[in-house]
């Protein structure tokens, strides 16, 4: 079936730092791609998006890449920063449907 | 609105009982969005909305489970004859329309089933 993972569960970096986070999707009919961030107890944020006829998109310190070859999704943070702590989501997305991952809870240690 | 809102924010209830969740979208977005998020977990997808129609009610976890939204803006889930395993935040998002990816969320229901 349809699913969507990511490699790492956690990820603790140090603040400055660049921290990067992977995904992997399955379906290679999705026409778009989304990160969410999700702080304690709110619902999750939209960061960044792109479209499955791109292959990099950048944002305010966040670059989406995406590599459809090996179905691979990630999200890189430039100098990482404490208020960057949180879970971060990636999603994939059909015909208005939203298929999300497990997520990866980013620490960032001052 | 200014943003997208759910009622209440939390939720407890006695297993057997039915509980009514509703969300209020950005005012103008077409598109609704109902997940489920249980403990640590991503979010499970549950049913959107276009309008007033369902396109797609696939991700409803059992017929216990219905929403509905009149008016193309306020809509409501049901939950009948709750069940522990009931229990998890529930989000609602919009959008503004098919086409337009960035989905907005309200900050959730946390449904307790005791």
């Known amino acids: 079936g349809e699913s969507v993972g990511l490699h790492l569960p956690t990820l603790s970096v140090q603040e400055g730092d660049n921290s990067i986070i992977n995904c992997a999707y399955s379906?290679?009919?999705?026409?778009?791609f989304i990160w969410y961030k999700q702080e304690s107890g709110k619902g999750p944020q939209f960061i960044i998006d792109?479209?499955?006829?791109?292959d990099k998109r950048q944002g305010q310190r966040v670059t989406v890449l995406l590599n459809k070859t090996v179905k691979h999704l990630s999200l890189q943070i430039a100098a990482t920063q404490p208020g960057d702590s949180a879970v971060y989501f990636c999603?994939?997305?059909?015909?208005?449907?939203?298929?999300f991952g497990q997520g990866t809870e980013l620490s960032v240690k001052p | 609105g200014a943003g997208v809102s759910q009622s209440p924010s939390n939720k407890v209830t006695e297993k057997g009982k039915d509980v009514e969740l509703r969300c209020d979208p950005i005012s103008g977005h077409t598109a609704l969005y109902w997940y489920r998020q249980s403990l640590g977990q991503g979010l499970e997808f549950l049913i959107y909305f276009q309008g007033n129609s369902a396109p797609d009610k696939s991700g409803l976890p059992s017929d216990r489970f219905s929403a509905e939204r009149t008016g193309g803006s306020v809509s409501t889930l049901t939950i009948q004859r709750t069940q522990q395993e009931d229990s998890a935040v529930y989000l609602c998002?919009?959008?503004?329309?098919?086409?337009?990816?960035?989905?907005?969320f309200g900050p959730g229901t946390r449904l307790t089933v005791l």
């Open positions: 998002a919009s959008t503004a329309g098919l086409g337009h990816n960035e989905q907005f």
């Open positions: 792109i479209r499955s006829n791109m």
């Open positions: 379906n290679s009919a999705s026409d778009y």
């Open positions: 999603a994939e997305g059909w015909g208005g449907k939203l298929i």
